[in-house]
């Protein structure tokens, strides 16, 4: 099919907005048009599941036509997914990590719950690991990479789940934070609505920070097992970023104003990757 049709619910927010970085100036050169379309992709099917004047079954149908795109060299009917096509053929990577993500982005149609701490490890298995699967591909690093690129990457998604539980819950009626952990500690779903999480709420999210770090203890090991300079300078970048986020969210209060990283703290965070980056490549 030839032509290209808008289905795009456009949120704002841009690379810019993330919490971590997105095709930075530390990815090489030659690379970062690859990582920007793969952005522009996640970008659409992300506005489209969270998008409150879709009906679930509208938001699904645009999410299976992003894929169809995708898979099919005779369709150009969404440029994002088209763009993305060419962008896999030419490194030479399968499609597979993108239409991942479209899983994850189908259960955010229509999924509002999360039973327990493994549901939701399923839910980053698909929406968040496929981000970092990509990048080590468009690399051309190593398996062995992988287990701790899964570990950043998901540990990323819990991290950016708690900072934004309160809006998530608000604005679309969405809650991550698993049922059984909110249960435990005598929280009712309802509280989520508040301006100040309670104690129960607090010893909660403080459960979920602690399996968090629990990751990261398998998420520092990505920069010694990286070839490529800068994406180890990145990955330690978005290690040190992830720690720093962590002890944020243990000292601040996520219902009464959104925990987020600050240009100094980028500056920081940076800066401590790239001596990092650089100790790795000596050793």
């Known amino acids: 099919m030839s032509g290209t ?15 971590f970085p997105v095709g930075s100036v530390l990815i090489r050169a030659d690379l970062r048009p690859h990582v920007h379309a793969f952005y522009r992709f996640a970008r659409m099917g992300d506005d489209i599941a969270d998008n409150p004047n879709l009906a679930p079954a509208e938001k699904v149908a645009r999410l299976d036509l992003m894929e169809a795109v995708l898979r099919d060299p005779a369709r150009e009917e969404v440029a994002e997914a088209a763009d993305l096509r060419r962008s896999l053929a030419a490194r030479g990577v399968p499609p597979a990590h993108s239409c991942e993500l479209l899983i994850a982005f189908r259960m955010d149609a229509t999924k509002q719950r999360y039973a327990d701490w493994d549901e939701l490890m399923t839910y980053c298995r698909y929406s968040a690991a496929p981000v970092g699967r990509q990048l080590l591909d468009l690399h051309g690093e190593p398996e062995a990479a992988r287990s701790a690129s899964d570990a ?12 934004d539980c309160g809006v ?3 604005a679309m009626d969405r809650v991550y934070v698993p049922l059984d952990h909110l249960t435990r500690h005598g929280v009712d779903v309802a509280q989520l609505r508040g301006d100040r999480a309670g104690a129960g709420l607090r010893h909660c999210l403080d459960d979920l ?3 968090t770090e629990e990751l990261m203890v398998e998420a520092r090991k990505l920069p010694g097992r990286l070839h490529d300079f800068r994406l180890r300078a ?3 970048t978005i290690v040190r970023l992830a720690d720093k986020m962590i002890a944020q969210l243990r000292r601040r209060d996520p219902l009464a104003g959104r925990v987020k990283p600050t240009k100094l703290f980028f500056l920081g965070a940076t800066l401590e990757g790239v001596v990092w980056a650089m100790l790795a490549r000596r050793r």
Do not use: F, W
Request: with cysteine; charged share 20%; hydrophobic share 35%.
């Open 168 to 170: 998530d819950y608000r």
């Open 152 to 163: 950043l990457c998901v540990a990323l998604q819990v991290i950016n789940h708690l900072q």
């Open 234 to 236: 990145e990955s330690a």
């Open 209 to 211: 920070l602690d399996k």
């Open 5 to 19: 049709m808008s289905i795009a619910t456009p949120s704002g927010k841009s690379a810019s907005n993330e919490n």
